[in-house]
């Protein structure tokens, strides 16, 4: 956190919500890290973006009452429902939003990609990476799912 450059906004993947609509593991340690480095003062807003309506739960409506309930103030939070891929998420960001400079919080398996598409769709990145008090299972499916997504995005930004 220490070494996280200043930066107008922290953008915050979406993930699984349980179904009583709290966030999930991954989802947690993402939002604890965008809530220390508001703390920190190293961002001054939060953009969440995730499905507002998909089959996990509504991962806005989730991240949204996870961030207030945390005592962050909810005139930084800004929300896309519609940022339904890693890809979309930052190509939003940049063209709906108009981030330019930021910090992406994920997970050490998903950082890298997510750092790329932001600087691909135009946005000067950094990242920071989210904690995961995760089962071992939880763990090996999404490294499974980041060695599968990978070449897929490197395919995106190539062929842009």
């Given at each position: 956190m220490a070494g996280a450059p200043d930066v107008p906004v922290v953008i915050v993947p979406g993930a699984?919500?349980?179904t009583d609509g709290t966030p999930m593991a991954y989802l947690r340690g993402r939002l604890d890290v965008a809530i220390e480095l508001v703390a920190a003062g190293k961002a001054g807003e939060i953009l969440l973006s995730g499905d507002a309506g998909g089959t996990s739960g509504d991962e806005i409506a989730s991240m949204t009452r996870y961030l207030l309930e945390h005592g962050?103030?909810?005139e930084i939070v800004k929300s896309d429902g519609e940022g339904l891929s890693t890809r979309e998420t930052c190509e939003r960001a940049r063209s709906m939003y108009g981030v330019e400079r930021a910090i992406i919080v994920s997970q050490y398996q998903h950082l890298p990609r997510a750092v790329a598409l932001?600087?691909?769709a135009g946005?000067?990145?950094?990242g920071v990476v989210a904690y995961c008090d995760c089962r071992r299972s939880t763990e090996v499916r999404n490294n499974i799912r980041e060695w599968?997504?990978?070449p897929k995005a490197v395919a995106?930004?190539?062929l842009r």
């Amino acid at each position: 956190m220490a070494g996280a450059p200043d930066v107008p906004v922290v953008i915050v993947p979406g993930a699984k919500v349980a179904t009583d609509g709290t966030p999930m593991a991954y989802l947690r340690g993402r939002l604890d890290v965008a809530i220390e480095l508001v703390a920190a003062g190293k961002a001054g807003e939060i953009l969440l973006s995730g499905d507002a309506g998909g089959t996990s739960g509504d991962e806005i409506a989730s991240m949204t009452r996870y961030l207030l309930e945390h005592g962050i103030d909810p005139e930084i939070v800004k929300s896309d429902g519609e940022g339904l891929s890693t890809r979309e998420t930052c190509e939003r960001a940049r063209s709906m939003y108009g981030v330019e400079r930021a910090i992406i919080v994920s997970q050490y398996q998903h950082l890298p990609r997510a750092v790329a598409l932001c600087r691909a769709a135009g946005i000067e990145a950094d990242g920071v990476v989210a904690y995961c008090d995760c089962r071992r299972s939880t763990e090996v499916r999404n490294n499974i799912r980041e060695w599968l997504a990978a070449p897929k995005a490197v395919a995106e930004m190539v062929l842009r």
